[in-house]
Every structure is written in C-alpha cells, then in structure tokens.
C-alpha cells in the first residue's frame, strides 16, 4: 500500500503543474488508458474527452481542498437552489477560470489540434431554458471566483429542454440528448443517493403525550447525484450537484420470467421521466403532475443531503441558521419550506416553533417575475393525492400565518384573501409565491423596477406587513465568460491599456473612459466589432448556412420567445423598413442585418407564430433584389450559451423592447452592454439602471413608462392607432394580405386578432411609432463613426455595475451573511 500511495502523488503532484509538458503527456495517457485509444485511431471525440480530462485532472485537487477546508473552519454555506443552471461548455471556461487558456493552446499544437475547434466540440450542457438558468450559472462562478463557500442543487436532465430546428420557418423540436456521448466533468456519488417518496397517506401516532405524524408513502424513486466542477478565478472550486431519478427497483424478474416485458422496466420508466427533459408540457394534468413530481424530487434530494452534510459536523440543530442559507431561484424549490419543516419536525423530533424559526431564518426567496401566469400555482387535490404530509404541514403554515394578518388587519376580509397560502376563488390552488414569502426570511427582486412593483402592486400585502423582508439585487453577468472568453480581442485591448484587474473588478472598467477622446482607442474598437462581426458572418455561412452582411448594422434581439419581449414589435418595424425602401426614394438608410434567435416554448403557439412571421419576412425581404443590399433579416436556429457567445461581441444594436412593467431585469442587456452594443428599449428591468450609468445620450430610449402603460390602458384602444398612422396601417395590410405567408393564407391571422380584436394587451401599436422614431436616431448616429464609438466604449466603461460579482456579494452582506474564506 505504501508504494501505491507513493505512486500516486508522484502523479498528483505532476497533474497539479498546469505546464504545456504536463498536459501534452496527461492527454496522451488518458487518451490511451481512460479511452483505450492510439494516436492514429483518436476521434474528435477521443480528442475533445482526453484533454478535458487532463484539465480537469489539475482542477480535482483544487476540488478537494476548497471542500475540505470548508468543513476544516465549519464554514456558513450557501446553497443555490434552481431549476435551472445554463452552464454552457465547461472546457473553455474552466481553462479561462485557470487561467491556462495559452498554455492549452501551445499542448495542442504539436498534435496539429486547433485550441478553438476543440473547445468547440463540447455539447452545451442541457441544464436551462433562459435567463433564470444562465444567472444562476454566473453566481455559481461568482461565488467561486471570490471564495465564497457555495453550492448549486439543480437536476440532470438527460435531454435539454429542446434542440431547435427550422423547417419551412416553422420552429421544430428535436431531442437535445446531450450526454449520448458521455460528460466528462460530472462525477458520479452514488453513495449520496437519497429515497424520495410519493402519495399514500399520513398516520398520527400519540408518543409520550405528543402527536407525531408519520407519512406512509405508496411510491419511493432514488435520486442520484452528479457533481460538477465550479472553478473559481482564484482559490475556491465549488460544485454544482445535479441529481437523477432512478427507480428503486429497477427490473421486476418476476414479471420478466412471465414474459410480461413491459411492466418489468414500467416501474424504472415512470421513475426516470422525472429527470427526462426540463419542464415537461403542463398543457396537461399529467404534464402538470410531472413538474410538481420533478419540483419535490429536486427539493427532496437536497434537503436531506444540506442536513446530512451539516450534521456531519455539527452536533446540534440549534447552529442550523448560522451554518447553512438556501437561497431559492424563483418558486421552482418553494416546496423546500414544507420539506424541511417535515424532516425537522417528523424524523428529528423538533417541535413547530424551533422547526419553523430553523426553516425562516435559512432560507430567502428570490423572484423573477410580475406575470401572474408564471407565479405558480399547484391543484390542492393533486398535492394531497402526492404529497399529503406537505399539504397538512401547509396548511399550518396558512392558518398561523392569516391569524397574525387578521390581528394587524382585523376585518380585512379581502386582504386575507389576497394574502392567503390557498387561492379560494375557484377550484382550490396552492400559491408558491405565497409560501415562499411567508416561510423564508428574505424575498428580493432583480431589478430596482422590478423590485417596487414587487412591493407597490404584486406583493402589496405582504410588503405591508414585513417591509424589512423585501430587498432588491440586480442582476449581473460573470465578466470571465462573456467578456473575457467571449470577446478575447477586446479584452486584449482593455487589458493592455488599464491592466487584469477589471477580470475579478470589474467597475476598474471605468478607467477606459479616459480614452473617450482617443482616436486611435476609438479606431481599434471598431477593428474589433468589425472583426467579430466577420466572425460571426463567417460561421453562420460555415455552419448554418445563412449569409451575414458584415458591412451592415448588426441591429440584435436574441432572448426567449415570449410575447411580452415583444419581438413582434421588431418585426413589425422591419415590415416599416421595408415599405419605406419601395415607397420612398428619399429613404436612405444605412444598411442594416437584423438577427433574431429564440426558442418558443414548446406549447406556446403564438410565440411559435411569431418565429414563422420572423421567417416570412426574411424570405421576402431577402429576396427582394431592390432592397437586399439595404435590408436583410436573420434568424439564427437552437439559441444557446455558444450561440450567445459568438453573438455579443459582434452586435452593435441591443434590442431590449419589451413593455414597460413587464420585464424583470434581463440579463442579455447586460453582456450585450460589456461588449459596446448600444442599447435600443424601453424603460424596463435592468435598462433602467443601464440609463442611469450610461445617461439619455448613450442609448436610445423609446416607449411609454410604467405608469404611462397604466394610464394608457384604461383608454386604449389598438385600433385608433391604425386610423390615425398610415405606415403602421400598411404594414398590418401585408401581414393581412398574406404577403409574408403566400402560400398559406390566413396563417398570421391570430397575430392580427391580437393586436386589434383583443386590444393589444402588450401594446405593441401604442409604441411602435416612437420605436421607429428611435429606430431612426440609431440610423443618424450611425453614420457619425466617432460618436458612436465614444458611446459604444461609454457603454463598456460603464458597464461594471453589472457584474455578478457584485450581485453575489450583495446577497452575501445583505441577505446570506457570509464571508470570503481565507485559503491563505
């Protein structure tokens, strides 16, 4: 045993050097030993999972001391719970993180392997859907890179939330299996595998004169977890935990030797379409019982595994608020209240109060939105059916909760109502939002709109009640990835005029502006958008086919199909632009490439509509010999973390136009801003914060206010602004006319019935002429090179607000109470 230990940190010790030599000899031994490969029979594959095992052979000891010294101090953790984590590919992010990005590139090249093409052949990991995901991805690096003892919980999907194709312009939905091919940075931990139960009923046994409930389940499925990596850009590696449902009892032999085939693997099928696909269609009560299925079975996992590893080291349950925070990514984990209430109370022996100050004081809310569609509602039948025990310990929440109102608010019937845990009104709903105010300590929105209409209009009440609970943090974005990976030129620049300190500080940015009134900084900022243009250009035509026009304005809207983002809003301005080239020979514009990307969620029919208007325009417009040289529009399939990554440095126009009041904060706003895209939009979310840094005159604000929409609905009518605006007139003609959908009349019917028979509830046409208004000053400024420079390097240098570093230690002062470990 002796020797094998000495053999073995011979080798760690040569693994941890991150040098060329031992990369290049690390890559060859895995490609022979962990792959059973030879250099001739190699494939990209082979290539790609070799190197990344040699990576993250120097990221595991780093992995391992960081968990060990937390547990050496008995450190305070905080434990993000989400859903949702849009990691994208790891290797170039994690070598940026090691900061070995030359080194990686100097191993390859005497294998003739290109760094860049290597990197490429990673798979987006399918964790995510949107905004939510690729946030909680930049706090889970935050966390990291400032030495914060943090973990992420999510589940591993085995297929994404979708691959998008386009097909006749019609969005199509293939499987994203994402890990046919193997993952090599995930690290099976079977022995953390934890029993999660459904359904059955709840017994009452009377024990030493105290009632102590007991939950009989009729279901258990396994969970088993996955971790990943999280390098940090100094000392901490912290992980993601993602767990996988799996069936107890995977094969029932008995039904297999009677030659039933099928109900032998029934049980291992219904147990792993738990983790099947991330947010499986609620347009069903099924759809609907597998998230609420899914949403437990996430909560489950990773409530038993934060307390096992806490009692690990602590002896006492009175310490859990001072050791442990979980911090919850909008209502997806709200069920966490109930659970852990459950574990204290039913298996630990503690009683309500001590079990619910425990619960309160660990947790804090975070919310993502104000459309009441998305605060989530589950049946009481169905919860009672799944998860009796939570519901009885629920409604004990509720009807402590409704007395404290009613003694601050006697006889306020209405406002019970409105406060209560259950929505009564119809058939009988569990509100999450509710509970996940009333059972955490904290609630923050992520935006300083967002957050006041949080607490003037959505949670009134509440913020009524407990004023002190209500915070705000915006949202930010990891620099390491979206600037410093994803835009290397431009970050070369920055480096070598104000130095490194802008990677982990990312307000040292501010230094850049003292080149404003450099010609020369100003010229190689516009060598470098050119480039990334070119780039972008390039790959598209390489890998999908679609032509770029470089020497066009980039003019940019790339986020999740929803109708209140409003990309209807865009399209019906480039249906304006597009008359305006025909109808009017004074209009000469600069020639401008729209690009569009989005995913439509799968049921959303509209938003879908609108993907497949986005493709009649293009194929209309693109072809028109008169105005292509002068117009042209783009939609870029299967939106992704990559795809994002190669977009941002090349835009030069950000599109940030949804309805004021609607819009969260966003986050695209934010790396489009950092990478010198002005922004065109609305005074919402986060452009309310990018205004306030950059001012008036460094981006192009249009549209009505919050409470102008509010004034504006209670007289508006959609159809006023056709009689009485004959470009906007027009251009709802030809999509009537079926000019963008020729061969199948009527298609675009519905979004016209929106607009005008339905009043235009996200008041498309009550904005679209000062959208054009806007639309044309971006075109005028354009044309001035050096003002538009001056205000692009503004936009970057003022851009450090935004970084996630200092969201996340916001939440740690603010709302965690935690502080940087010292590795020292």
């Given amino acids: 045993m002796k020797a094998t230990k000495n053999k073995c940190v011979g080798k760690k010790d040569r693994r941890v050097e991150m040098s060329v030599e031992g990369l290049k000899e690390d890559f060859q031994w895995h490609l022979r030993y962990s792959l059973a490969k030879g250099d001739t029979r190699a494939t990209d594959r082979d290539e790609y999972t070799a190197f990344a095992m040699a990576v993250r052979d120097r990221i595991v000891e780093r992995w391992i001391s960081t968990q060990e010294e937390y547990d050496r101090k008995n450190t305070k953790r905080v434990y993000y719970m989400s859903l949702e984590f849009l990691i994208g590919r790891l290797l170039g992010n994690n070598v940026i993180n090691l900061k070995a990005d030359s080194i990686c590139r100097e191993a390859l090249k005497e294998y003739g392997i290109d760094w860049n093409d290597l990197r490429d052949y990673e798979n987006d990991a399918g964790l995510g859907n949107g905004g939510l995901g690729r946030l909680a991805a930049c706090y889970l690096d935050s966390m990291s890179s400032l030495d914060l003892a943090g973990m992420g919980y999510g589940l591993r999907y085995d297929y994404g939330i979708f691959r998008q194709k386009i097909v006749n312009g019609a969005q199509v939905e293939e499987p994203d299996h994402w890990l046919k091919n193997g993952y090599p940075w995930e690290m099976k931990r079977p022995e953390y595998s934890q029993h999660v139960h459904f359904g059955g009923h709840v017994e009452c046994h009377l024990e030493k004169g105290r009632s102590n409930w007991v939950w009989i389940p009729a279901e258990t499925v396994e969970g088993v977890p996955y971790d990943l990596p999280i390098v940090g850009y100094k000392n901490a590696v912290n992980s993601l935990r993602l767990w996988s449902a799996r069936a107890k009892d995977e094969f029932g032999l008995d ?31 099924a759809g609907k019982e597998l998230r609420l299925r899914q949403q437990y079975f996430f909560v489950a996992c990773s409530i038993r595994d934060i307390l096992r590893r806490y009692r690990r080291i602590n002896d006492t349950w009175d310490n859990l608020a001072d050791k442990v925070f979980i911090q919850l ?24 109060d001590k079990a619910w100050e425990l619960t309160r004081k660990a947790t804090g809310y975070t919310n993502h939105t104000i459309l009441q569609e998305a605060l989530e509602k589950w049946p009481v ?22 007395r404290k109102v009613s003694a601050c608010y006697p006889g306020d019937i209405a406002r019970l109502r409105r406060m ?30 967002h957050t006041k209409i949080l607490k003037e209009d959505i949670f009134k009440d509440f913020n009524e009640l407990w004023p002190e609970k209500f915070k705000n943090v915006t949202n930010g974005i990891t620099p390491r990835r979206w600037l410093l990976q994803a835009n290397p030129k431009l970050s070369s620049l920055i480096s070598e005029k104000i130095g490194y300190d802008w990677i982990t500080d990312l307000s040292r940015l501010s230094e850049l502006e003292r080149f404003a009134g450099d010609s020369n900084f100003l010229s190689e900022l516009a060598v470098i958008k050119k480039a990334n243009k070119v780039a972008l250009a390039n790959w598209t035509k390489a890998d999908i086919g679609i032509n770029l026009n470089p020497d066009a304005i980039f003019d940019v809207q790339v986020k999740r199909l929803h109708e209140y ?4 809003l865009l399209a019906l301005y480039i249906i304006i632009f597009y008359n305006r080239l025909l109808n009017d020979s004074s209009f000469d514009p600069v020639p401008r490439q729209f690009i569009f990307a989005a995913k439509a969620a799968p049921g959303y029919y509209v938003a879908k509509l609108i993907i497949r208007l986005i493709h009649g325009i293009a194929a209309v417009v693109n072809s028109n010999i008169k105005t292509r040289d002068k117009l042209s529009v783009a939609f870029l399939p299967d939106y992704r973390v990559s795809l994002a990554e190669k977009i941002m440095p090349a835009a030069e126009v950000s599109e940030q136009i949804s309805l004021a009041g609607m819009e969260a904060s966003g986050t695209g706003n934010m790396k489009f801003m950092v990478n010198g895209a002005l922004t065109l939009g609305t005074y919402d979310g986060a452009n309310v914060e990018i205004n306030q840094e950059v001012g008036d005159e460094n981006m192009f604000l249009f ?16 159809k006023d602004v056709c ?20 061969l199948e009349p009527g298609l675009f019917d519905p979004l016209l019935r929106n607009l005008l028979d339905y009043n235009d509830y996200y008041m498309l046409l009550a904005d679209l002429r000062s959208y054009c208004e806007a639309q044309d000053r971006v075109d005028a400024t354009y044309r001035d090179a050096k003002k538009w420079n001056t205000m692009s390097l503004v936009n970057i ?28």
């Fill in 797 to 824: 240098a003022r851009s450090g607000r935004f970084s996630s570093d200092r969201a996340v230690m916001e939440y740690a002062k603010n709302i965690w109470n935690v502080q940087p470990v010292d590795f020292s």
């Fill in 329 to 352: 990514n909008d209502t997806h984990p709200a069920l966490v209240v109930p659970e852990l209430m459950r574990v204290l109370m039913d298996i630990e022996g503690l009683d309500w």
């Fill in 703 to 718: 549209g009505m206010r919050t409470e102008e929409v509010a004034l504006r609905r209670q007289t508006y009518v959609s």
């Fill in 565 to 568: 983002k409003r990309q209807l």
């Fill in 255 to 285: 039904d297999f030797n009677k030659g039933d085939y099928v109900k032998a693997v029934e049980t291992k099928v219904l147990a792993e379409n738990l983790t099947k696909v991330l947010y499986p269609n609620d347009n069903t009560m």
């Fill in 420 to 449: 209560s845990l259950i929505d009564e009104s119809g058939d009988r709903y569990v509100r999450m939002a509710n509970l996940a105010i009333v059972g955490t300590s904290s609630v923050n929105g992520v935006a300083e709109l």
């Fill in 723 to 742: 009689a009485k605006d004959p470009e906007i007139a027009l251009a709802l003609d030809m999509i009537k006319n079926n000019v963008f959908s020729l």
């Fill in 381 to 402: 039948a169905m919860m009672e059916r799944l998860l009796p025990r939570h519901l009885q310990i629920i409604y004990e929440i509720n009807g402590r909760f409704l």
